[in-house]
T-cell receptor, first 115, second 113 residues
Framework: DADVTQTPRNRITKTGKRIMLECSQT?????MYWYRQDPGLGLQLIYY???????NKGEISDGYSVSRQAQAKFSLSLESAIPNQTALYFC??????????????FGEGSRLTVL | GDSVTQMEGPVTLSEEAFLTINCTYT??????LFWYVQYPGEGLQLLLK?????DKGSNKGFEATYRKETTSFHLEKGSVQVSDSAVYFC????????????FGQGTRLTINP
């Protein structure tokens, strides 16, 4: 089983619908991240959480919200999806020591299409 | 703010060719620099890193040297294989800040047999 698991892996939805992407990890890391990947733009940070009570906005948080339900779970929500949120979404984890050295561990991604 | 710029892709090479993917950065302070690789259908994984000027990171035959004077961290490999086909991302992390990674736009590499 993957250490960082994202569900669903693929989702097609309609404009205005609420969508939740879930991430769970078995690595025991305290830090979790949500990134968005668009072709030609690399990865952009949406939200990050350094522990259950510490959640921070990234560079493109508008239109998104998150919930850190437990150390191992970090969910990303789109309250009212719009077509320009069509993208590949990645969850990543790290611990305090590894983050200082830049090593993030990524899930396999959730491809979201908003029609 | 901090940023990373990579050479435009896609890059297509023949097997055993020499590879260079350029990466330059803009940052305040003294960032750590990284190359991540994304194989088809997978998430990103760390390929190599360098944490201070003149450090050389290496892994799987790939190398990159942290050049502070030119703010660069170019990825090189002497002889590429078909299995190296992937998307490569340059990234930086400022250890003095919030320790978030800033990624370049990625370079798609295809190696033909």
């Amino acid at each position: 089983d993957a250490d960082v698991t994202q569900t669903p892996r693929n989702r097609i939805t309609k404009t205005g619908k609420r969508i939740m992407l879930e991430c769970s990890q078995t690595k025991g890391h305290d830090r979790m991240y949500w990134y968005r990947q668009d072709p030609g733009l690399g990865l952009q940070l949406i939200y990050y959480s350094f522990d259950v009570k510490d959640i921070n906005k990234g560079e493109i948080s508008d239109g998104y919200s998150v919930s850190r339900q437990a150390q191992a779970k970090f969910s990303l929500s789109l309250e009212s999806a719009i077509p320009n949120q069509t993208a590949l979404y990645f969850c990543a984890t790290s611990d305090s020591t590894r983050t200082a050295h830049g090593e993030l561990f990524f899930g396999e991604g959730s491809r979201l299409t908003v029609l | 703010g901090d940023s990373v710029t990579q050479m435009e892709g896609p890059v297509t090479l023949s097997e055993e060719a020499f590879l260079t993917i350029n990466c330059t950065y803009t940052a305040t302070g003294y960032p750590s620099l990284f190359w991540y690789v994304q194989y088809p259908g997978e998430g990103l994984q760390l390929l190599l890193k360098a944490t201070k000027a003149d450090d050389k990171g290496s892994n799987k035959g790939f190398e990159a040297t942290y050049r502070k004077e030119t703010t660069s961290f170019h990825l090189e490999k002497g002889s590429v294989q078909v299995s190296d086909s992937a998307v490569y991302f340059c990234a930086l992390s400022d250890p003095g800040g919030a320790q978030k990674l800033v990624f370049g736009q990625g370079t798609r590499l295809t190696i033909n047999p």
